[in-house]
């Protein structure tokens, strides 16, 4: 049964047979009370079924928000080349996000479909809320465990040096004919590991007390094999010597670990993320006593921390 509807009484919608919906068509569909003359839906904006965009349940919202929310940007009427997103999925169905709110951050939350066509008009098979940055944003569904999720992947682009971007991935389950926000959670501990938000590429550089820069470089990747989803972990820590400049960096460290995502009720469930361990060991400023055994505990030469 369809969440929600769009036909024309008797014979065909043209539109949906030629896959050219017009903007206002889909905003009516997926929105609550959207005002065509106007271009805005009612506020605080809802989707076709009523449901509020906010995370409603206040566990899951401590977890994968953020403690100081980036403001939001000024509500404004509708664009159909700014708000609206249509990709593509299967024969005869598509991802539709309609973004009716922006923030600070870059970010833009809106309701999310998987919309199909139909003979005489369009239906909506699933529905939630979706809070990504849009920038080059592609959207795919995936299989995960017995179910299936959404995969969103964006370019996130600081606002004070926009050259310096990085791709992110989101993941959203779906729970029957809903999306869902769930929580990244320790496998072990079920502590919350934040949102299921995954930067692809990272680094941070970090100045010792002995002056050297300490370099950390993240790669991340994502595999998804017959429901089976994995992220594949490689850090790369240099120390970077400002008196010799013309040095190359040398290799402090290198580590790899391949995670497996897990779905169940409570979450996405995973082990600790290698960068944040690798940063809780070698990110100190501070400069390490190497341990020595030499008679009369002379210290030994300093050792990166």
């Known amino acids: 049964m369809a969440l929600c509807s769009s036909e024309v009484e008797g014979g065909e919608a043209l539109e949906t047979q030629s896959n050219n919906v017009p903007p206002e068509v889909w905003f009516a569909l997926i929105l609550k009370s959207f005002n065509a003359k106007t271009g805005e839906p009612a506020r605080p904006a809802k989707d076709c079924t009523n ?18 929310p980036a403001p939001a940007l000024p509500a404004r009427p509708l664009d159909g080349e700014q708000d609206l997103e249509v990709i593509g999925i299967e024969e005869g169905k598509a991802l539709v ?23 005489n008009g369009i239906a909506v098979r699933a529905l ?33 040096d926009p050259a310096k971007c990085a791709k992110v991935v989101r ?12 929580p990244l959670l320790d496998a072990e501990s079920g502590a919350c590991l934040g949102a299921a938000t995954f930067a692809m590429n990272r680094f941070e550089e970090i100045k010792r007390e002995d002056g050297i820069v300490r370099r950390f470089e993240l790669a991340r990747t994502f595999k998804f094999e017959e429901g089976v989803v994995t992220v594949d972990e490689q850090v790369l820590i240099k120390d970077i010597d400002p008196q010799q400049p013309d040095a190359p960096p040398a290799i402090f460290r290198k580590a790899q670990i391949e995670r ?19 940063m809780a060991e070698h990110g100190s400023v501070q400069v390490k006593p190497e341990k020595t055994d030499a008679p009369g505990g002379a210290p030994a030469e300093a050792k990166a921390g």
């Open 51 to 68: 449901r509020p965009l906010e995370i409603q349940d206040e566990q899951v919202a401590a977890c994968v928000l953020p403690e100081t």
């Open 97 to 119: 996000w309609v973004r009716t709110e922006y923030f600070e951050d870059g970010d833009a939350l809106g309701p999310i479909a998987v919309a199909e066509y139909r003979k």
């Open 128 to 160: 939630g809320a979706l809070r990504a940055n849009p920038n080059r944003i592609r959207m795919r569904i995936e299989p995960m465990g017995e179910g299936t999720v959404l995969v969103v992947e964006s370019m996130v682009c600081p606002p004070d």
């Open 171 to 182: 993941l959203l389950p779906r729970e029957g004919d809903r999306f869902v926000e769930r």
């Open 260 to 278: 497996t995502l897990r779905l169940d009720g409570d979450g996405l469930k995973t082990t600790e993320p290698l960068w944040e361990r690798l």
